[in-house]
């Protein structure tokens, strides 16, 4: 679960906008911006004030306007995206095949449980095909999934493990395979070098167009019709 400390959620009025954006300590006194599944994340030591940080996001949303926000992946208790759709949360059983909405057991306390017990297993079978499409023998490597504050996937060699952040499902399935695919390159390339995006590109020509869409919370990629239900 998310284990970090959310200090609060602040509300910045901006073209005509209200941004929701949350607020997390840090302990170094750098201001730090981060675009995260459809958010922005402010990390910050509270010794500066609200009024100030509330002026330089602002200025950091007026620099980076082609970027959309305001969109979680997760509304507790209403809805969460999947493989690029949004679903409603539900705890009734009749609904479980339903395409509208994203069951999870009553018994259970929190639905993203569930959601990363559905990720697993989604990404397992992804990993296990595009490795042998790339003809990699990775039998005896542990697939995991985390809440990462600094990468969508990772790869270890040494300890024969392969982490993604778990709300990586919120992305539609090429978003997410360009990651499996990035992960699973890592066998050949320790390095983000030359040769390790040309060995991404091979298998995932369009590899930058979905890193874009990954980065800027497009979860639904090329037709993002939240995006567009906006702008009209
Ligand atoms: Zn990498």
Same mark, same amino acid.
Do not use: W
């Given at each position: 679960?998310? %284990? $970090?400390?959310? @200090?609060?959620?602040?509300?910045v /009025? ?5 941004? +929701?954006v !949350?607020?997390?300590? &840090? ?15 402010i ?10 940080l509330k002026n330089y996001c602002i200025?950091f949303l ?53 959601? %990363? $017990?559905?990720? @697993?297993?989604?990404?397992?079978? /992804? ?5 042998? +499409?790339? !003809?990699?023998?990775? &039998? ?93």
């Amino acid at each position: 679960m998310d %284990k $970090r400390k959310i @200090l609060s959620t602040i509300e910045v /009025k901006y073209n005509d906008k209200a941004v +929701k954006v !949350n607020l997390y300590y &840090s302990p170094c006194k750098r201001i730090i911006f981060r675009f995260s599944y459809g958010e922005l994340e402010i990390y910050y030591h509270t010794i500066i004030g609200q009024e100030k940080l509330k002026n330089y996001c602002i200025e950091f949303l007026k620099k980076n306007k082609n970027f959309f926000l305001n969109r979680p992946y997760y509304k507790e208790g209403l809805y969460i995206f999947v493989r690029g759709k949004k679903k409603y949360l539900t705890t009734d059983i009749h609904l479980k095949n339903n395409q509208t909405f994203f069951y999870y057991p009553k018994n259970s306390i929190d639905p993203i449980k569930q959601y %990363k $017990r559905d990720f @697993l297993e989604y990404a397992t079978i /992804k990993i296990k095909e595009y490795s042998k +499409k790339m !003809n990699i023998d990775i &039998s005896d490597y542990k697939i995991r999934t985390i809440l990462s504050l600094s990468y969508y996937g990772c790869f270890m060699k040494k300890d024969r493990q392969i982490k993604f952040d778990y709300r990586l499902f919120a992305f539609k399935d090429e978003i997410m395979d360009s990651v499996f695919y990035h992960e699973l390159a890592h066998y050949f390339e320790p390095k983000h070098n030359d040769r390790f995006y040309t060995i991404v590109q091979l298998y995932c020509p369009d590899y930058f167009k979905y890193h874009f869409y990954l980065t800027h919370g497009y979860f639904q990629g090329d037709l993002d019709v939240y995006e567009k239900s906006i702008n009209n």
